[in-house]
């Protein structure tokens, strides 16, 4: 028999666990989707818990009239003694006169309201009709039990496949919420390729991207394995290829869709020539600091394998192990393809046998919550905060000496302080 060796990690065991996790819920998702959906208002119904976790994790914004908000749901309404749908129309009724602005609502659930089973798809529905044309309502879940952080923006991006317009058109479908100055940048570089692109999720409902037979769909992001499913269903295929961090990344995600659009070599280069090379300058002199050292990741976002697989290729970092709250395999493949294998790949958490395994690997960094952050560094270990990989802009060209900076900087602060 001629047993061939896959590249890299594809034939890697996964170590699958299952215990006390470490994670934010997806309702996390909204901070960053309300700054990008301009028209939209998310309005959690749940509880106290809820509205804390949301407050805490805005800062300074719940002082600026943003657009969301939690319909807090009382103890009459846990133990069913009001008519939750009754009360939720009418909360939405006054938010909306109060807020002209708003063109799309999203209700998410959350764990209170996915325990007394209040169906917000139905009510979703049901306000649709009610404020027509003027408003359109959508729900989708963010609960702790569903969703692990970024998976709150899959589902919010599902909850949209189903209203998006028909298109015949040959295009590409950029999908993932990305910060406006990153977006502009990767959407230029096909544009200027002569590729027609869609973005999902639009600004505006009215700019909303089409979407049919004829779409292929690049994943920005690598947590949206339900959006993607859900595009499918409409038609679009899905473009394989790694995600745009990195040098490398950003290359290869764009050549993908360069390739089946018959873009020749020479336009590829001529609009992204200058930008890769400024950014290989730029990366090489960040990746000094971080060149033979070793790296830990918890799991948090569903960014590790990628992020991974730039630290250890444009860094020379070494990964011990790379854990992910859920591993796409599709997605996936072609990025673990490209990490040389060795590092442990495991799929969910149970946090206490993580941590053992982390202690007794002593990284050079590690990747973690802040819940884990500064009892490791108490322990001696160096670590780097998973969330902000989530909230700053790391990706395509421009970004991704600043993506190589923020692992650099604790390691640089810990060579500092030992001066
Ligand atoms: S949705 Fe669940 S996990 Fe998230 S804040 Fe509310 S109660 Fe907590």
Redesign the pocket.
């Known amino acids: 028999m001629n047993v061939q060796a896959r590249p890299g990690c594809l034939d890697a065991p996964v170590l699958k666990q299952r215990g006390q996790r470490e994670v934010?819920?997806?309702?996390t998702g909204i901070i960053w989707l309300h700054r990008k959906m301009q028209d939209a208002f998310f309005l959690?119904v749940?509880?106290r818990?809820?509205a804390?976790?949301?407050q805490s994790a805005a800062g300074v914004m719940i002082f600026a009239e943003p657009r969301f908000g939690t319909a807090i749901m009382e103890e009459v309404d846990l133990a069913g003694l009001a008519d939750a749908n009754e009360e939720l129309d009418r909360e939405v009724a006054r938010l909306l006169a109060r807020r002209p602005d708003i063109k799309q609502l999203f209700l998410v659930?959350?764990?209170?309201s996915e325990v007394i089973k209040l169906d917000l798809s139905r009510a979703a529905e049901r306000l649709t009709t009610e404020h027509a044309p003027h408003v359109r309502v959508l729900s989708y879940s963010?609960?702790?039990?569903e969703t692990t952080f970024t998976q709150g923006e899959d589902a919010c991006l599902t909850s949209m496949v189903p209203v998006l317009p028909h298109t015949d058109e040959k295009q590409i479908l950029m999908v993932g919420s990305l910060p406006d100055v990153v977006e502009d940048q990767l959407v230029g570089y096909l544009r200027d390729m002569g590729i027609p692109v869609g973005v999902l999720p639009s600004p505006r409902r009215d700019g909303a991207p089409g979407v049919g037979p004829n779409t292929h769909m690049l994943l920005a992001q690598p947590f949206l394995g339900e959006t993607a499913g859900e595009l499918a269903k409409r038609g679009a295929k899905h473009i394989a290829a790694p995600f745009p961090f990195g040098v490398e990344g950003t290359t290869a995600w764009l050549k993908a869709a360069a390739d089946l659009f018959n873009v020749p070599q020479d336009v590829f280069d001529r609009v992204t020539g200058a930008a890769r090379q400024r950014a290989e300058k730029a990366v090489a002199q960040v990746a000094e600091g971080l060149r033979g050292k070793s790296i830990f990741f918890f799991p948090d976002s569903q960014l590790e394998i990628p992020l991974a697989r730039f630290l250890t290729r444009e860094c020379g970092m070494t990964p011990l192990e790379i854990g992910t709250p859920y591993l796409h395999r599709e997605h996936m493949d072609p990025e673990l393809a490209l990490i040389p294998a060795g590092p442990v790949i495991s799929e969910g958490q149970d946090v206490d046998l993580q941590l053992d395994r982390c202690r007794a690997a002593r990284p050079d960094l590690t990747v973690c919550g802040l819940g884990l952050a500064n009892p490791l560094e108490a322990e001696g270990l160096s670590t780097k905060w998973a969330i902000e990989l989530v909230f700053s802009p790391v990706h395509g060209y421009e970004q991704a000496a600043d993506l190589a900076a923020l692992f650099a900087r604790p390691l640089k602060r810990k060579e500092a302080v030992k001066i």
């Open positions: 934010f819920c997806g309702l959690v749940g509880s818990t809820c804390h976790l949301l659930g959350s764990c209170p963010g609960s702790g039990i």
